[in-house]
């Protein structure tokens, strides 16, 4: 079974400065994807970044940064230089393999970052 | 090109009744994944299915169903609704070849709310 953790219900974060959300996994998978995503208030969600457990660096999409230790079993996002339109609710997601030998997504419960001005 | 459409966007529907929702893929897209998404629980999996076959299925209660037709649009189906039937419901659709590292692309949900 595949299991995301993310501990921070909530974080706030000035514009400009960089932020951190955390996410640790679980699984036995050998192969598996770790996923982005933002849902602002419109509720669709928006894929952000994407790291494969075999990449060997650590995945970048433009300001958006994955921490990826793999020992550790973390996947964090690390926001550079926060937006006011960042203002969002952000999920970790996983996919892995299942016995049917196809990948499902299993998501953590999220982290609602509100940017200040 | 298009993105994922969900529709109806708003549902109010009364209890012991039943509900459709209706998903249209990313053109070339052939498997929809449904997730159930409530403050509570956060994002559930519920089903997923390619060229027109449930592929995987989530620990939903047989109330909930759904199926996929030859153009791959996929519509889900609530009977005997519940209060707690009440919440987001989310499409994402994805090319379907089942890598891990496949990217899903959603629709902005129907909000649904059983009074």
């Known amino acids: 079974a595949q299991k995301i953790t993310q501990t921070q219900p909530g974080m706030f974060v000035q514009e400009k400065e960089a932020v951190t959300l955390d996410c640790t996994y679980d699984t036995s998978d050998p192969s598996y994807g770790l996923f982005w995503y933002k849902q602002p208030s419109s509720g669709e969600m928006i894929f952000l970044i994407y790291q494969g457990s075999?990449?060997?660096q650590n995945a970048t999409e433009g300001r958006y940064s994955l921490n990826f230790q793999k020992a550790r079993k973390s996947a964090n996002l690390v926001i550079s230089a926060s937006q006011l339109g960042d203002s969002a609710m952000y999920f970790?997601?996983?996919?892995?393999?299942?016995?049917g030998g196809y990948s499902t997504l299993t998501f953590g419960k999220g982290t609602m970052l509100l940017v200040s001005p | 090109k298009a993105g994922v459409t969900q529709t109806p966007r708003y549902l109010i529907k009364t209890r012991g009744q039943q509900v459709t929702l209706s998903c249209s893929p990313i053109s070339g897209h052939r498997s929809?994944?449904?997730y159930q998404q409530t403050p509570g629980q956060g994002l559930q999996f519920?089903?997923?299915?390619?060229?027109?076959?449930q592929r995987?299925?989530?620990n939903f209660p047989g109330r909930?169903?759904?199926r996929q037709f030859s153009n791959s649009r996929s519509e889900m189906n609530v009977s005997t609704l519940e209060l707690g039937d009440s919440a987001l419901y989310l499409c994402a659709s994805d090319s379907g070849g089942g890598e891990v590292g496949t990217e899903a692309f959603f629709g902005q949900g129907?909000?649904?709310t059983v009074v």
Do not use: P
């Open chain 2, 46 to 53: 519920l089903f997923e299915y390619f060229s027109e076959t």
């Open chain 1, 54 to 56: 075999y990449d060997q």
């Open chain 2, 32 to 34: 929809v994944s449904w």
């Open chain 2, 56 to 58: 995987n299925k989530g």
């Open chain 2, 64 to 66: 909930f169903s759904g």
């Open chain 2, 110 to 112: 129907t909000r649904l």
């Open chain 1, 92 to 99: 970790c997601a996983m996919r892995g393999v299942t016995r």
